[in-house]
C-alpha cells in the first residue's frame, strides 16, 4: 500500500497568525519598563549613604519619596517643601488608612539630625511603613 502525502497548496493563504514576533516584543518592552522605572523615581540630587552589602529589596507597590539634599532642603516627591509643609503632607497621609512606604533618601554628608528629625515626624504620625534608601558599593 503507498503512502498517500498531500502536498498543500503554496498559493493559498495562511489561516495562522504567527505570535511568536508579538511576544518577543512584549518581553522586550517589559524588559525595558523594568530598567527604566527604578531611575525615573530619583529626581532630587542625592548622594547616598554607602550600605555594605545589599539586602533582598522589598517589593514597594505603592510609595512616596521624602528627600533632603546636602544643603538641607526638604523635598515631597521632587517638590520642595517646609518642614512645616512636609507635616502637614503627613497628617493628611496618617489619615489615609492604606498609607504608602514612605521611602527617605538623605544624602549622606548631612547631619544625622536632620534624617532624625523627618522620622521623628513620621512616628508622631503612627506611620510605620518607613524605607531608609542607600546606594550600595
Given amino acids: 500500500m503507498a503512502r498517500n502525502f498531500h502536498h498543500k497548496d503554496r498559493l493559498s493563504a495562511l489561516t495562522e497568525i504567527n505570535v511568536t514576533p508579538l511576544i518577543d516584543l512584549a518581553f522586550a518592552l517589559l524588559i525595558i519598563f523594568m530598567v527604566t522605572t527604578p531611575l525615573l523615581e530619583q529626581t532630587i540630587d542625592v548622594n547616598l549613604p554607602v550600605e555594605a552589602s545589599k539586602s533582598q529589596p522589598e517589593d514597594r507597590e505603592d510609595f512616596q519619596a521624602i528627600s533632603v539634599d ?57 506611620l510605620s511603613k518607613i524605607s531608609l534608601d542607600t546606594k550600595v558599593q
Fill in 70 to 126: 546636602a544643603a538641607g532642603e526638604y523635598y515631597w516627591g521632587d517638590e520642595n517643601v517646609s518642614l512645616q509643609e512636609l507635616g502637614e503632607f503627613l497628617d493628611v497621609m496618617a489619615m489615609d488608612p492604606a498609607a504608602p512606604v514612605l521611602s527617605i533618601r538623605a544624602d549622606a554628608t548631612l547631619p544625622y539630625q536632620k534624617v532624625i528629625a523627618v522620622i521623628d515626624m513620621i512616628k508622631q504620625r503612627k
